[in-house]
T-cell receptor, first 109, second 113 residues
Framework: KNEVEQSPQNLTAQEGEFITINCSYS?????LHWLQQHPGGGIVSLFM???GKKKHGRLIATINIQEKHSSLHITASHPRDSAVYIC???????????FGTGTRLTIIP | KAGVTQTPRYLIKTRGQQVTLSCSPI?????VSWYQQTPGQGLQFLFE???????NKGNFPGRFSGRQFSNSRSEMNVSTLELGDSALYLC????????????FGPGTRLTVT
């Protein structure tokens, strides 16, 4: 069964802390997406990657294909980073997104 | 460039009724995919349309259907609504489908009473 597991499910941190959210998947993928969902429901695509590392501002996403694992890092976290972060993968031969259950991040000022 | 739009944003229906939701993709995008989000099941893929053809479908009953028009706008229809269909329905557009960045709309929140 193709599954996507995220950890932790919930994370509370102080403003300024370095944040790491993890995503593991079960078989080979063609791409992995990191998404951000704020209260109210809108989803924003943060990264799409199939290898290596990408950086955008304070956000960094990495993927290890051999380990079937990806991480999303947030440096110098800020209360506006509070949201649910969702990992989604595209498995080879299965053109659709399979989603993790999400990580609820709360940054306290 | 205007983003993905979905109408209506909120909808309340009664069990047994049917509902049609609309999604207008970013101009130039040919792929539209639909998702259901519930507290219990999370986000689940419904189907994807590309150039008016359904390319892939998730594990949902036949009551869930969709279509795409020549201008890439897409609609999804749910017939014989059940209480469990209450959810946030999201669509996403991309230039050529999966393997490319997905741009999500704000969603339609459907409540079935």
């Amino acid at each position: 069964k193709n599954e996507v597991e995220q950890s932790p499910q919930n994370l509370t941190a102080q403003e300024g802390e370095f944040i790491t959210i993890n995503c593991s998947y079960s078989v080979g993928i063609s791409a992995l997406h990191w998404l951000q969902q704020h209260p109210g429901g809108g989803i924003v695509s943060l990264f799409m990657l199939s290898s290596g590392k990408k950086k955008h501002g304070r956000l960094i996403a990495t993927i290890n294909i051999q380990e079937k694992h990806s991480s999303l890092h947030i440096t110098a976290s800020h209360p506006r980073d509070s949201a649910v972060y969702i990992c989604a993968v595209e498995y080879f031969g299965n053109e659709k997104l399979t989603f993790g259950t999400g990580t609820r991040l709360t940054i306290i000022p | 460039k205007a983003g993905v739009t979905q109408t209506p944003r909120y909808l309340i229906k009664t069990r047994g009724q049917q509902v049609t939701l609309s999604c207008s993709p970013i101009s130039g995008h040919r792929s539209v995919s639909w998702y259901q989000q519930t507290p219990g099941q999370g986000l689940q893929f419904l189907f994807e349309y590309f150039s008016e053809t359904q390319r892939n479908k998730g594990n949902f009953p036949g009551r869930f259907s969709g279509r795409q028009f020549s201008n890439s706008r897409s609609e999804m229809n749910v017939s014989t609504l059940e209480l469990g269909d209450s959810a946030l329905y999201l669509c996403a557009s991309s230039s050529l489908g999966f393997g490319y960045e997905q741009y999500f709309g704000p969603g339609t929140r459907l409540t079935v009473t």
